[in-house]
């Protein structure tokens, strides 16, 4: 939960690693070359990367995006970690219990509505939203405010896709996101330690943003129930909390919609929410952070950096704005 002190261990320095479609090809030249390579170190380095494709779900299909800044060069998280410590609290606040109790999410039939502020409201199906753009991998650091990140290899298409195609009036000013909540499928819903269904929002150029991703799937695969199937998004930049999972309507608003988190406790999860080290949480540092899957008795955290370390592109969305305030 939010409310826990992180426990705090991590890491070394970030390892040099290879992009998935660079150890892919690694992969099959190893496979080409036999038992030739392995023992060696390098051999070693592309066997480590062979996450990408679990091979647990369906195939998503994805090109590589070239966008400035949406693969991360960092190692990857094991799947087998981001699918099963999750923060999915419809199934309950322990990390365990969404891999342990998701399995009852109906993910088809899916639709998500859009509506408010647009010329072209509409409900869309899920197959129509796979075929909607492009499917692009993109490796993103996910920060939680828990103080712990990952590294995951996303798929999906940049939210604006859909919001152009709705065509958004003057008065759309923010974007809320409201997720799916029902009691049959979630047995989380019993607890009252957020008010359902989660919903979050984001300013309109944040959702704009390029980087703003609609994610249907990870590591080359369909989305694993317990990491917000079928459809969620991915802000790279802000805490973990404000990339909802299962979303079923989208509202374009004028004014700054109410978010889950700061309904609970407004005095620890602001609207913004981006990461921030030089902002601490109320009662907690958010200066570092241990990375999932490395850490250790001697790990050393890790600096978190501005905006999760996509400054370069966000930066300026926030120039003027005092960060402390708007947090
Ligand atoms: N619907 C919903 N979305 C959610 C949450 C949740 O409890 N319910 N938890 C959030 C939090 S706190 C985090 S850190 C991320 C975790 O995503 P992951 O499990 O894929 O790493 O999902 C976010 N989206
Ligand atoms: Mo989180």
Known sequence: MHLLKDRGAPFPAPSEITPPSVYRQRRTLLQGLGAALAGTAWAGTAAAQTTAR???LAELPARRSTLPGAVTMEKLTAYADASTYNNFYEFGTDKADPARYAGSLRTRP????????????GTFDLDTLLKLAPMEERIYRLRCVEGWSMVIPWVGWSLAE???????????KFVQ????????????????????????????????HPLTLLAFGMYGEVMPNQNGAPVRLVVPWKYGFKSGKSIVKIRFVEKQPKTSWEE??????????????????????????RRIGEDGLFAKKRPTLMFNGYEPQVGQLYAGMDLKKFF
Request: no cysteine; hydrophobic share 40%.
């Open 54 to 56: 679990p091979g647990k």
């Open 110 to 121: 899916w639709t998500v509505a859009v509506e408010g502020e647009v010329k072209k409201p």
């Open 162 to 172: 859909l919001i152009k195609r709705v065509e958004p009036t003057g008065n759309a």
């Open 177 to 208: 996101f409201v997720t799916l909540a029902d009691k049959a499928q979630m047995p989380g819903l019993r607890s009252s330690v957020l008010d359902w269904p989660y919903v979050e929002g984001l300013r309109m150029d944040e959702a704009m």
């Open 264 to 289: 609970a406790a407004a005095s620890e999860y602001g609207f913004y929410s981006n990461v921030n080290p030089k902002v601490d949480h109320p009662r907690w540092s958010q200066a570092t952070e």
